[in-house]
T-cell receptor
Framework: GENVEQHPSTLSVQEGDSAVIKCTYS??????FPWYKQELGKGPQLIID?????GEKKDQRIAVTLNKTAKHFSLHITETQPEDSAVYFC???????????FGDGTTLTVKP | GAVVSQHPSRVICKSGTSVKIECRSL??????MFWYRQFPKQSLMLMAT?????????EQGVEKDKFLINHASLTLSTLTVTSAHPEDSSFYIC??????????FGSGTQLSVL
C-alpha cells in the first residue's frame, strides 16, 4: 500500500518568514496530493491540492510543488502570519474517491 | 460550498453505553463517506469506508461489531460506538466526497468514556 512520509514534524518560524513542509510517497499510482490544515479541536480543511499532471500550483500565499519522478511534493507558505499556526497534513490518493493516505502532520508555529 | 456537518462535537458517556455520531453533507450528495480516528498529536487513522446503501468496508484491525456504520442516504452517515470503554476515547472525524478526489471533513467529535 501507499506510504507517505512528512517532514518536519514541528516547524517554528518568525512572522513574515516562509515555511516549507515536505512529503514523499511510495505508490506511483497515486495521482492526487492534497494539503490540509487542522486547528486544535477541529477537522482538517483542504487548503490546496495538486494533481499528478501539474508540477506547481499557487493560491495567494500558498503553493504546492510536485516532483512525480522523485515522488515528493512540498507545501510552501510565504509571508507567514500567526493565524497560519496549525497542524498541516499532506496526503496521497489515486483519486476518484479512493482512500487517502495521510502524512503524520507538521505542527507549524508562527511567532509574532 | 461542500459543507460537512458532524454532531455532536463533544460527548461524554459512561462505560458500557453506546454513542452515535452523525455526519451530514449539507449541500451535496456524498457517494462515499470515510470515518477516521485521531489520537492526540497523531495523524488520521482510517477506520472504514461507507458507501450509500451498502455495507461499510472496515480497515484491518477495526472491529465492525463495535463501530457500527450506517450510510442510509446520500447525505447522512452515522458511526455508533457500541458498549464504549475508556480506550475508545478519541477524536472521531468523518469526511465525504461527491465522487471526485476532493474530501470534505466534518469538524470532529471528541468522545470521552468514563
Amino acid at each position: 500500500g501507499e506510504n507517505v512520509e512528512q517532514h518536519p514534524s514541528t516547524l517554528s518560524v518568525q512572522e513574515g518568514d516562509s515555511a516549507v513542509i515536505k512529503c514523499t510517497y511510495s505508490d506511483s499510482a497515486s495521482n492526487y496530493f492534497p494539503w490540509y490544515k487542522q486547528e486544535l479541536g477541529k477537522g482538517p480543511q483542504l487548503i490546496i491540492d495538486i494533481r499528478s499532471n501539474v508540477g506547481e500550483k499557487k493560491d495567494q500565499r500558498i503553493a504546492v510543488t510536485l516532483n512525480k519522478t522523485a515522488k515528493h511534493f512540498s507545501l510552501h507558505i510565504t509571508e507567514t502570519q500567526p493565524e497560519d499556526s496549525a497542524v498541516y497534513f499532506c496526503a496521497a490518493s489515486e483519486g476518484n474517491a479512493g482512500k487517502s493516505t495521510f502524512g503524520d502532520g507538521t505542527t507549524l508555529t508562527v511567532k509574532p | 460550498g461542500a459543507v460537512v456537518s458532524q454532531h455532536p462535537s463533544r460527548v461524554i458517556c459512561k462505560s458500557g453505553t453506546s454513542v452515535k455520531i452523525e455526519c451530514r453533507s449539507l449541500d451535496f450528495q456524498a457517494t462515499t463517506m470515510f470515518w477516521y480516528r485521531q489520537f492526540p498529536k497523531q495523524s488520521l487513522m482510517l477506520m472504514a469506508t461507507s458507501n450509500e446503501g451498502s455495507k461499510a468496508t472496515y480497515e484491518q484491525g477495526v472491529e465492525k461489531d463495535k463501530f457500527l456504520i450506517n450510510h442510509a442516504s446520500l447525505t447522512l452517515s452515522t458511526l455508533t460506538v457500541t458498549s464504549a470503554h475508556p480506550e475508545d476515547s478519541s477524536f472521531y472525524i468523518c469526511s465525504a466526497t461527491q465522487g471526485s478526489e476532493k474530501l470534505f471533513f466534518g469538524s470532529g467529535t471528541q468522545l470521552s468514556v468514563l
